[in-house]
């Protein structure tokens, strides 16, 4: 059972109130030598102290689904309240947690839109739906998705395939189907979800988690094209909004969105009339820290009208800092309980049970935390749709009428694969049982690993045939233009001797490094970078016998892939 009732907001302490506010970053994983990022995540002295002044709830990163399922219900029997569980699962739960399913991202959805709409919708929702699935089956109850930013900016660095479009309209339908598919509880599941990134981060070629992109788009522009999808999640039903961390001075000259009151309070809460939870982005990134500092921008935050400081860089700090600024008169008192009221409605949504007027009535704390439901994750329904939006929004160019291996004349030659990635070291799409390794390896092409840091052109054999691939797309805190640079100067260098290219990740790179080929250069696109995609990007190429999930068996026919 969870450790106590839960009071009426207005009978918790000014610091009760200010730290249901917060929501903290943890790792996944159970114990603390195991902590990935120190600088960002809590271990678990600070979070048990955290969990004791009442904080409102935890976002997640690593570990594997099933130990995630432990963590979290560890962290609601200590929890003071019952906690929002929080993760950024863009691309489905796998994204984060190994075992779970991991979608492509959101953009191979809209790639299939430009073909077929309804079939995109029907696969948007069933992702939504999966997603939902698979997050409430480890005890996670608020998904930080989708992204409805509008990618209209080939050169964003930090959006990219995250969006599900490059325009408005699309990515309002789609990201509605998203939404609407979280809250079919085939299984019982309830979800949170959350459109971001209020106003729109898709016309940025700054990455925000680095420091802080200035837009110049006014009203009237922001209506047109950055503004729909958000108006369309709210139809929709979203559950929070999160805002962006960027500047649009011609609609507030003096704060960034996540700290603007013009902006939060004034286009988001009262022209576009949405009163469920405003979450801030990270404030650790360096878009805020670098000019506000922890402490001042948890206080303009919350002045701006946010109700949830998600990762402040100084929790105490924070929480003592807003407390202050109520008691200075700087910030209303009614403020905070307004927030925690939607934090209780929003908690209150996550059960059958209905929300009441005086939100004091509370039964649904005295639940027993649910239990792990590992045969809800990656189901065979779950993983064949994650199967077909690879293979229908794939692209493939020129395929070679029988498999490369077949097509080089006896003796075969053994040609070289040469793999380049951002960052070997942080590739867990890239281990030794990847295709991208094995399926080549098996025909008699010998590896050759690159990335941006060691990417020396003088290791590259000039006299055998060579299959590229590009692991390349647009991550914040990746510099994937330089990485595209090097892929550039790649194939240039090995001329004819390129056999076959196969490009994971962005479409914008596929459009750079198309032109550069050997006419009728066999050339295959998907937007996924794991396992499952590498073996459906090969199958055409290669031939393989090998499953999407890496088992030794033959992969159907790519039916209703499009070959361009």
Request: glycine share 8%; proline share 7%.
């Amino acid at each position: 059972m969870l450790s106590s009732r839960l009071p009426s907001p207005d009978t918790l302490t000014l610091e009760e109130q200010v730290a249901q506010m917060m929501v903290v970053r943890t790792t996944g994983h159970l114990f603390d030598h195991e902590v990935e990022y120190p600088q960002w995540e809590a271990k678990t002295d600070a979070l048990k102290k955290w969990l004791s002044l009442g904080i409102g709830g935890v976002i997640f990163l690593g570990g594997s689904a099933a130990e995630l399922g432990v963590r979290t219900q560890q962290l609601q029997m200590l929890a003071k309240y019952p906690l929002l569980m929080a993760a950024d699962i863009e691309e489905g739960v796998g994204q984060r947690f190994s075992g779970a399913t991991w979608f492509a991202p959101p953009m191979a959805l809209g790639g299939i839109a430009q073909r077929d709409l309804p079939l995109a919708l029907t696969l948007a929702e069933q992702m939504g739906a999966a997603t939902a699935q698979e997050a409430t089956a480890i005890g996670l109850n608020w998904i930080l998705a989708p992204v409805v930013d509008v990618n209209n900016n080939p050169a964003n660095p930090v959006i990219n395939v995250r969006a599900f479009g490059e325009t408005a309209d699309v990515v309002a339908q789609l990201t509605s189907a998203f939404i609407a598919g979280t809250q079919a509880r085939t299984y019982g599941n309830a979800v949170l979800t959350s459109a971001k990134h209020f106003p729109g981060h898709g016309d940025t070629d700054m990455d925000s988690h680095l420091s802080l992109p200035v837009v110049n788009h006014d009203f009237v522009r922001l209506q047109a094209l950055e503004l729909v999808p958000f108006k369309a999640a709210i139809a929709a039903g979203v559950d929070s909004v999160m805002t962006a961390h960027l500047q649009l001075p011609k609609l507030d000259p003096d704060y960034p969105s996540t700290l603007s009151k013009v902006t939060l309070s004034g286009l988001l809460r009262r022209d576009l009339g949405f009163d469920g939870l405003i979450v801030t982005d990270a404030l650790v990134m360096g878009g805020i820290t670098q000019q506000y500092g922890p402490t001042e921008a948890a206080v303009l935050a919350v002045e701006a009208g946010a109700d949830i400081l998600l990762m402040p860089a100084d929790v105490e700090g924070a929480i003592a800092a807003v407390c202050e600024a109520v008691r200075s008169g700087r910030i209303v008192p009614e403020m905070i309980l307004r927030a925690v009221e939607r934090i209780w409605r929003a908690k209150h949504t996550l059960t059958d049970l209905p929300v009441t007027h005086g939100i004091s009535r509370h039964a649904w704390q005295h639940q027993a935390v649910p239990p792990v439901q590992v045969d809800q994750i990656a189901t065979t329904d779950i993983q064949d749709v994650a199967t077909k939006i690879l293979r229908t929004s794939q692209r493939v160019e020129n395929a070679p009428p029988a498999s490369l291996s077949q097509a080089i004349s006896a003796p075969l030659i053994p040609g070289q694969n040469v793999v380049l990635v951002d960052d070997l070291l942080h590739a867990p799409f890239l281990g030794r049982t990847a295709p991208a390794v094995t399926v080549p390896t098996a025909q008699g092409y010998t590896l050759v690993l690159m990335d941006s840091r060691s990417a020396d052109m003088d290791r590259l054999r000039t006299d055998v045939t060579t299959l590229v691939q590009l692991f390349i797309r647009g991550n914040p805190f990746k510099q994937s233009e330089g990485l595209s640079a090097i892929a550039s100067s790649l194939i240039k260098a090995l001329g004819s001797n390129v056999q076959a290219v196969v490009i994971y990740g962005s479409p914008y790179v596929r459009q750079q490094i198309q032109p550069l080929l050997p006419a009728n250069t066999p050339c295959v696109f998907t937007y996924g970078q794991m396992k499952r995609a590498q073996a459906i990007a090969l199958q055409p190429l290669l031939n393989p016998n090998q499953s999407p999930d890496g088992a030794s068996l033959a992969i159907p026919a790519l039916d209703g892939a499009f070959t361009d």
